[in-house]
């Protein structure tokens, strides 16, 4: 689904789907040993004495801080094994089932991560062991339980923002919205001129999702979609679940999306084209299609990309300040590791450091710690300049940085979900009948 750039330049986004419920892990922690599957490659030679990590296979930057720290540590060097997305999570479940995990691993934090925390697979991480305190705490919250940290951030912050083409909004005489009620003016507007006011790739489900996050953040506050997170059900039935439901098909029902939405699909970048050939005013989307625009449309990121948080909502009970996405993925401590002090050195002194930070920002990506700014201001290209501060203030002050339902929510629960929201952008359910699916979903 959606993914962070990552791999060292401002490529495309890679497929992400939520790991397995805690009842499936703690179903394939049972098994009896039965071996796990290879991985589909390894960037360093194996050493008995060295420790074993996990990861995908698009982390390029992520491969150059091992290969540093082998480099500096010939006697205990971590063997990095690089998988495909879809067979990486399977694998994960079945060698921590096995007894055979890596001693250091991959995850992307919320649910997936803490179903593994549940089933004492993973050990605590401290300020004075892996120096987690220097992370924006906002993005720390998706790998923290019960008050103890459980990941280092690996790469960069992914918010969900709104972006817009500026030739197509001026000839409309229309502003990038603030507010939904901007918004709604604008779609007007916008049709009246024969344009998509927003496009969506509703055909792969988890765009439209973004759309109900944002919604339900502002109209109900960050606290009712935490409350779901942590395991209360009943919430999806609160009132601004409901709300945030009738917002979205208010915008449907205005012609928002357009007549064709359900049959765009993302990874085909028809939605993305949409927006930089003029043929659709704005687009939600995660701040990978930063990557996507720069590679498909590089003069129109510079001439007409506009770019702004998603509006406000009035009467909403949320803070305008917080974001939804990707907050970043993590590296966590498997807690049967032999090597607990070099994975520790590792994550404190190679991920994230110094020359990490300059190569994910020079990668068009936001890395997660704290004191950016003057390395901010050293990016030579006006545009990318303009892109990073914008995404790091937009991260710097949020109050509240969500991560992804389908991401945050168990797996039996994050297809009920996307089904959900399909059916409530296409109005075949009524808004309420929304949150009644939802808390039934898994159970």
Known sequence: ??????????????????????????????????????????????????????????????????????????????????????????????????????????????????????????????????????????????????????????????????????????????????????????????????????????????????????????????????????????????????????????????????????SVNYDQGASTALLHTGKAAMEVMGTWEYANIAKAAPGFLKNDLGYTAFPSLSGGAGDPDSIVGNPSNFLSLNSSTAHRSAALTYLKDYVLNDSQTDAYLAAGSVPPVEGLEPKLATVKSSSDKAWLTFVHDLVEKSPSFQLSWDQALPSDQADPLLTNTDKSFLRQIPPAEFGVNMSGAGS
Request: some cysteine; proline content about 5%; aromatic content about 8%.
């Open 1 to 262: 689904m959606r993914g962070i750039p990552v791999n060292g330049s401002l490529g495309s986004p890679r497929t992400r789907r939520v790991v397995a419920s805690a009842v499936a892990l703690t179903a394939a922690m049972g098994l009896a040993a039965c071996g796990t599957s290879g991985p589909s490659r390894s960037s360093t030679d194996s050493s008995a004495k060295g420790l074993t990590m996990w990861a995908l296979n698009d982390q390029t930057i992520l491969e150059e801080s091992v290969d540093a720290y082998n480099k500096d540590h010939p006697d205990e060097r971590i063997t990095l094994r690089l998988f495909a997305n879809d067979d990486y999570k399977q694998k994960l479940r079945v060698a921590f089932g096995a007894n055979q995990a890596p001693d250091i691993f991959f995850s992307w934090g919320g649910g997936a991560l803490n179903d593994y925390v549940k089933a004492g697979k993973v050990d605590a991480l401290t300020a004075a062991g892996a120096n987690t305190d220097r992370f924006t705490p906002s993005v720390m919250r998706s790998a923290t339980f019960d008050g103890k940290v459980y990941g280092v951030p690996a790469n960069g912050v992914a918010p969900v923002v709104l972006y817009y083409n500026k030739k197509v909004l001026a000839d409309a005489r229309v502003e990038p919205p603030k507010t939904y009620d901007d918004l709604l003016a604008a779609v007007k507007k916008l049709k009246a001129k024969d344009v998509v006011p927003l496009a969506l790739a509703a055909n792969s489900k988890w765009p439209t999702l973004m759309y109900l996050e944002y919604l339900l953040d502002r109209q109900g506050g960050s606290e009712v979609f935490s409350k779901i997170a942590s395991g209360d059900t009943s919430v999806w039935k609160d009132a601004s679940v409901t709300k945030a439901n009738q917002y979205l098909q208010d915008l449907s029902k205005a012609g928002a999306f357009g007549d064709s939405a359900s």
